[in-house]
């Protein structure tokens, strides 16, 4: 197939075995379901009450037992061609002879859940039903056994919330059209938030535990939620966390309920007793214009394992996850060559049951003058299946640099990171709580400087941050001055959702082409190495440089819009597709892909090998339907349980997160598919996004906010980088050259594009200046040839993001 024949004549072309279709094939969907399993994390499993014993009867209760929950709302979803739920998994097990199921119990549910989604209930926001006794008294006749399903639902666009509309106080209306429109934003967030039980689910939870010997309960949720009703409870014996699992969610719980899986996730995040002792709970919704990240380096474990008195509002700790089975984990020897360091740790399976373990190292680093985490992750390894009695032998390295802090007040060398004198010991593990000490540890002698920066990205209107003692650090504040601009203001609210132009060519002749086209050098001259990049957009008119700097129309099943499509140079419309739960084709288009398992769910794997598995498979979905660019990883950190969109996001720690990340592009683009790392940096919050202001310490930013999109850069350079919508430190994201240009291509060498969000309020002009090279869904032409014309944009500057947009083009087939 030639160069761009997918994206010039939108083929349509198998890719699959024998000619068949790839996307949404059972080959996908087998490995979504491999995925799912490999995240689910056992949390709790008193009396060894699962796996179920052969032959088990069961009671499913919960409206989620047939609500099953795949994933988020907005850019997560995936039109698909079924869902599997819990009972339905269920189902397939007592066919092969493994459970029995009281089906009265799930046709009321079923029946509940078709009535309300008659009566034009949202997709996932189904209530819970009232349990009627006669049912619940058939069940514990049936059984001693039941089966309590929570599920949620969250979205792009909106957060969640643990509190009620009443209890609101918008004291700040800033980018919103109106109070009442605030007003009525906020009903639809708060009515849909919830981290704790509603009151339904509590006396359900209630009934049931009352009723039954053994309850187990399966968390079919995005993100943290309240874990306190069931933790120290006797009453609930066993408790699984699937998270959202795709397609084949509700099967691969049903493996992990038999014992046909083992469960080998571990927590990607920090489970806290309750949503108020998390650092950013407080000022999460204080304002929807600004938000402050005073509780600075010390997100999640960070603050737990650090903080004093912190660490006794924990319940389940980063990392921990249990299993089937026992493991015993055995240090065995470190090597040190120069900065880099590898420890070997062997991990040997001494209980019953095969299952799989992660090995998780830890550092921790002297406080000294700039004060630090009490252990941070280090480097993480997970095993393959063992059989009981077999063992393993990991090797787990990270570089000692890594581990520098930044010193963004001067206390040492400012603008530096900095690795201070004293003993870097180590400490390796299954969570962050059950780690050993090692007998190896690293001294630095002398404090040195391992990278020497310069200040980018400096907050103003930041007061305070949080130290390692909990205390609270004052910083400088001081009134930024909003930039001048040589054009009129513009209206980008008004222009929300507007589509791409579609630009005319004149008429011309079927079989001879016109001259001046003859006269055009063509794209396929600079892949074919023929013309070189720099001559080849020479020849491009400051109107046809500035056209590629915005959004294109669809084309085939595309819904999120294209990029280059200049024909007449033999620029083709590479298209696309939104992620990063699985390829998103509106239904209309009657294409059902594959629904991948959350974001969340594969950070649970800690298995980067099988993240890179999916994003090839997810990439020749895209290309199969002739589209070029995944708007995937989403790698956005976990500060906050009550951000809507957490279940897009892998994880509170960057590390993590960077991993995940960079091997989910390293599969998609071994397809020669683009991949598009977003959203750059610290959209952590949905409520006004367009218009929040991040306020956010320069050491926070460079140590865990930027941190995962600096592990993908260097690891994988992914095609493109998605700008966020939101402001940091009172500058768009999207006009940020300290971000785009500065750290992001001067300090980490990007050699891709940059894109904006779709729909941006920044300025296009402001933001090609800046380093954001695309504008999507569509530029604004008119305003930037008006910018050109004012002086305030260069043809240089339009030429530098074209041949980047270019250059992402050459790479994809």
Known sequence: MKKWTRALYQPCLPLGKGGTRITGSAEHISLSRKAAAEGIILLKNENHCLPLKKGSKVALFGKGSVDYVKGGGGSGDVTVAYIRNIYEGMKEKEAEGKVSLLHELSAFYEENVRAQYQDGVDPGMTVEPALPDELLHQAAAFTDTAILCISRFSGEGWDRSSTTEKDLKPKDYAGWDSEDAFAARSAQIFSRGDFYLTDAEAALAEQVTAAFANVIVVLNVGGVVDTSWFYANPAISSVLLPWQGGMEGGLAIADALTGDCNPSGKLPDTFARSLADYPSSDTFHTSTAYVDYTEDIYVGYRYFETIPGASELVNYPFGYGLSYTDFSVTYLDTHADKSLIRVQIQVTNIGAYAGKEVVQLYVSAPQGLLGKPSKVLAAFRKTRLLLPGESQVLSLSFSLEDIASYDDLGKIAPSAYILEAGEYRLFAGTSIRDVQLLPYSCTVEDTRITRQLTAKLVPHALPA?????????????????????????????????????????????????????????????????????????????????????????????????????????????????????????????????????????????????????IGAAAALELKENNLGLWLTPAVNIHRSPLCGRNFEYYSEDPLLAGICGAAMVNGIQSEHIGACAKHFACNNKETNRKNSDSRVSERALREIYLKPFEIIVKRSQPYAIMSSYNLINGVRASENKELLTDILRNEWNFAGMVTTDWWTLGEHYKEIAAGNDLKMGCGYPERVEQAYEAGAITREELETSVKRILGVILRID
Request: with cysteine; glycine share 6%; hydrophobic share 35%.
């Open 465 to 613: 941050r949080m130290r390692s003692d909990g205390t609270l650090e004052a910083l400088s504040t001081c009134r930024k001055e909003p930039e001048t601009s040589p054009l009129p203001p513009q209206d980008l609210f008004s222009l929300e959702c507007v589509l791409p132009e579609t630009r005319a060519i004149p008429r011309q002749s079927l079989f001879t082409e016109r001259e001046a086209i003859k006269e055009h050098k063509m794209l396929l001259e600079v892949y074919e190495g023929n013309l070189s990049l720099s001559d080849f957009t020479a020849q491009l008119s400051v109107k046809q440089l500035i056209d590629i700097l915005g959004g294109q129309p669809n084309t085939g099943v595309s819904n999120t819009f294209g990029f280059g499509n200049l024909c007449e140079f033999g620029i083709p419309n590479i298209t696309t597709a939104d992620g990063p739960a699985g390829l998103r084709i509106n239904p209309e288009c009657c294409v059902t892909t594959t629904a991948w398992p959350c974001a969340t769910l594969l950070a649970s794997t800690w298995d980067p090998e099988l993240i890179q598995e």
